[in-house]
């Protein structure tokens, strides 16, 4: 009963917004007072009154500026797309390509190989010439060595490494490691955004007590108590017996206290205190309010696990692959607790995998960490949410169940970071995979996504999915090119990114081992209220220079003193709007449609209105089907070339002239 109320409340709405927009008002205002029907907020009906009744557009003015200073609009202001704005902090041309130059040698020349991993190259990483340096120190020492006369002013070029921003202050970023393309580096950096300055802390790391050279780890930032924790490394596979023999392949967890510019070795090897073995390409983050860094995912260095319940569930294993799951360290006590296993059935429904090269972000007001993407032999195309505090798993897409929420293209490697103010995602896109099946149409593209976690819509705000290497040559130092391993964070408090080096993929890449140096800076241009209240006026103001045509001294008068000022000349569609206006000054008065005029108006100020103060968006002669239509015109084109019975009265009799 209840749905069939509702079905016929929206059917008349339905007719009232027929009646009124043909100007049937006899019909709207009888069906109106007969049903008691509302069929939009009484705002938008003093609105309609206001502009297309009395044709009072100052008041209209009025109204609107109040709904805007009201908040009534917000949610549009929060739809819409940013415009992206790239600055080239370090141009690709100064970019040092030369592996290590004037950096100090790591002390350990023990030969590793690898490929940024990331897991761009599916099954193995061999081939390359890449030097991994193993082993860790088993204390810990204070001080930091003092860079070499001949340091780079900037980093070289590098993938697979990592940074974090500390915006306190007027804000550092903090660079550590990588693979250059030959061989892992082990080099510190700080880059003082204020004054836009790189700072070599450390040419080797491992020389005052840190981690070993690396790429593929992980490091968070503690910025309570000014502490960054890095954790995994990769070890090429053809060479992890004799890093097994050196070292034990063991998983150290290193922390850098920033203040006293000293590394201490929190944990030899974290597998033997209840934290993963050695992994890479996982995904740590730090819940700051309870001091609890999570780890998930991440292909474990070790190998094949041979575990039955993982064997039984065709999970955790894929020919030598093993993949780590859920864990969390708390800071305070120095523990670590397995949350979950690949594998573990936790809840019902679709169950969540392991994976590599996900990009993942924890939501503190939520409590959720929010994984997206990754490799595990495929592509996952899931994105789904993991409460930190029930271990509920939430699904918001997946490959069975895509209308959850519109979900960005099939891809891994994506980084990710998160506005906490604005509860939206960012996903910059690293490669993806169109076929969503084959691996040989994998591809480095360039995108950028937003995520509302609030609407859980996705939306792509910049793409260009150019290839060519000519093409990117030209636009080098306006946007940068297409990568993969590359690292991206996020300054919230400024609301700007930046992304640092990375892989080009392709022959480049793997081939000629061309690693990327370039430094970006990007912010968002987005509509702001006052963008809002000077569009509206536009908007406005244009449709009453239309009504003074009739008269056009006053019209062209309007245009130059009221309307002029409001128009934005570098937005190029405002620009061209407001060109086309002068030409209307020489219709004729009687060519003008007022009423049309008006009502054109109402409805475009509509979109700038919550949904559910307006009218309907669906039409009444939409429900009309065209071939009934076409049937019933044929029927009466047929009654117009026979005469009628003289007993029946002919069509104009019945419907009048």
């Known amino acids: 009963q209840m749905m069939k109320e509702d079905r016929e409340r929206e059917t008349i709405r339905l007719c009232l917004k027929h009646f009124r927009e043909h100007n049937y008002l006899e019909a709207f205002e009888s069906l109106e007072k007969r049903t008691r029907v509302q069929l939009e907020d009484p705002i938008l009906t003093q609105l309609h009154t206001t502009l297309v009744k009395d044709g009072d557009y100052d008041g209209v003015e009025r109204i609107v500026g109040n709904c805007i200073q009201e908040g009534t609009m917000d949610g549009y202001v929060c739809r819409q797309k940013p415009k992206p704005i790239w600055e080239a902090l370090i141009f690709p041309e100064e970019q040092d390509v030369t592996p290590t130059t004037g950096l100090t040698p790591t002390s350990s020349s023990q030969p590793l190989t690898s490929d940024d991993s990331d897991g761009f190259l599916p099954d193995s990483n061999t081939g390359t010439d890449q030097t991994q340096q193993g082993g860790a120190n088993a204390g810990s020492t204070g001080g930091t060595a003092a860079p070499a006369d001949d340091s780079p002013a900037i980093p070289p070029a590098r993938g697979g490494h990592q940074l974090v921003l500390d915006s306190t202050g007027g804000g550092t970023i903090y660079l550590f ?11 510190f950096w700080a880059f003082d955004v204020a004054t836009a300055k790189w700072t070599l802390i450390s040419a080797d790391v491992e020389r ?108 955790g294993v894929r020919g030598d692959k093993v993949f780590s799951g859920l864990y969390v360290y708390h800071i305070p006590n120095n523990t670590w607790l397995c949350l979950w296993e690949d594998g573990q059935v936790i809840s019902k429904g679709p169950q969540m995998k392991s994976r590599s090269s996900h990009a993942m972000v924890f939501s503190p007001d939520d409590r959720n960490l929010y994984i997206i993407g990754g490799q595990r032999g495929e592509y996952l195309n899931d994105f789904f949410a993991i409460n930190v505090d029930s271990l509920t798993v939430n699904f918001l897409s997946d490959r069975i169940n895509q209308s959850v929420a519109t979900a960005h293209a099939l891809g891994y490697t994506q980084r990710a970071t998160i506005d906490t103010k604005n509860g939206e995602i960012y996903v910059m896109m690293g490669v993806n995979n169109k076929d969503k099946g084959s691996p040989d149409t994998v591809q480095v593209s360039n995108s950028f996504w937003i995520y509302s976690i609030k609407r859980r819509h996705w939306s792509c705000f910049y793409r260009n999915e150019r290839t060519s290497s000519a093409y990117w040559t030209l636009r080098q130092s306006i946007e940068p090119r ?55 006026k536009v908007l406005i103001r244009s449709a009453r220079f239309q009504e003074l045509c009739g008269r056009p001294r006053e019209a062209l008068l309007y245009l130059q003193q009221s309307l002029t000022p409001c128009v934005d000349i570098n937005n190029e569609d405002e620009r061209i709007s407001f060109q086309h206006l002068p030409a209307k000054v020489f219709e004729q008065a009687a060519d003008l449609d007022v009423f049309k005029i008006r009502t054109q108006l109402f409805t475009s100020l509509l979109d700038f209105f919550p949904g559910e103060m307006t009218q309907p968006t669906q039409n009444l002669v939409d429900l009309v089907p065209i071939t009934e239509l076409t049937a019933n015109t044929g029927e009466l084109a047929s009654l117009v070339q026979q005469p009628p019975p003289r007993s029946s009265p002919s069509p104009s009799s019945t419907y009048g002239s």
């Open 177 to 187: 490691g990588g693979w250059d393309g030959r061989q892992d580096l082990s080099d």
């Open 482 to 536: 297409p990568r993969y391993a590359h690292q991206l964070v996020y300054d919230e408090e400024k609301g700007a990114h930046y992304i640092f080096g990375g892989n080009p993929g392709g022959t480049e890449g793997k081939v000629n081992k061309l690693r990327l140096g370039d430094f970006w800076r990007l912010t968002l241009d987005r509509p702001m209220v006052q963008d809002l209240t000077r569009y509206t």
């Open 208 to 315: 005052d007590g840190g981690p070993a050279a690396r790429s593929c780890h992980k490091m968070v930032l503690n910025s309570a108590y000014k502490q960054l924790f890095i954790l995994g490394r990769y070890v090429d596979r053809s060479k992890r017996d004799q890093a097994a023999a050196k070292s034990g392949l063991r998983s150290d967890f290193f922390m850098y206290d920033i203040a006293a510019c000293k590394w201490t070795l929190v944990c030899d090897d974290t597998a033997e205190i209840g934290g993963p073995s050695l992994i890479y390409d996982h995904q740590m983050c730090l819940d700051p309010e309870n001091q609890n860094i999570y780890v998930f995912g991440g292909q474990s260095v070790q190998g094949l696990n041979s575990s039955s319940t993982q064997s039984s569930l065709g999970v």
